[in-house]
Structure formats: structure tokens, C-alpha cells
């Protein structure tokens, strides 16, 4: 799979007011990944909290 390498820039300001929109975005190259690598922290991130989701769905269910 092909990444984008973007370099972003946010000001301080903006942080500090909980604003993450960028002020600049630049593709800066672009490179060859393993997709499992590349998703492997998203899903190790989001599966316990959908999980937990869902389980606590089944038992307002019941």
C-alpha cells in the first residue's frame, strides 16, 4: 500500500483552543507500507473499545 508523507503544520493558538484544523499540509513523499503493520495500532486501539461497546449493547438488550 502507498502512504502520503505529509508534513502539517497547526499554530499554538489554535491548540489551545482545542482547534486541530491545519494551517498548512504539505506531501512532502510518498511510501511503500505492509497494510497490517500500517493498521495494526488503529485496530489494536479501536477493537477493545468496540468490543466493549458492543457487550455493553447486548446486556441493555437483555
Known amino acids: 500500500m502507498k502512504v502520503a508523507i505529509v508534513r502539517t503544520v497547526i499554530t499554538r493558538e489554535k491548540l489551545m483552543a482545542d482547534d486541530f ?3 498548512t ?3 512532502i513523499g510518498y ?3 505492509d497494510e497490517e503493520e500500517f493498521y495494526r495500532p488503529l485496530v ?3 477493537y477493545p ?3 466493549k461497546f458492543i457487550e455493553e ?3 441493555n438488550v437483555d
Request: hydrophobic fraction near 30%; charge should be negative.
Open 49 to 51: 473499545k468496540i468490543k
Open 25 to 27: 499540509e504539505e506531501i
Open 57 to 59: 449493547e447486548k446486556n
Open 44 to 46: 489494536q486501539f479501536l
Open 31 to 33: 511510501e511503500e507500507v
Open 21 to 23: 484544523t491545519p494551517d
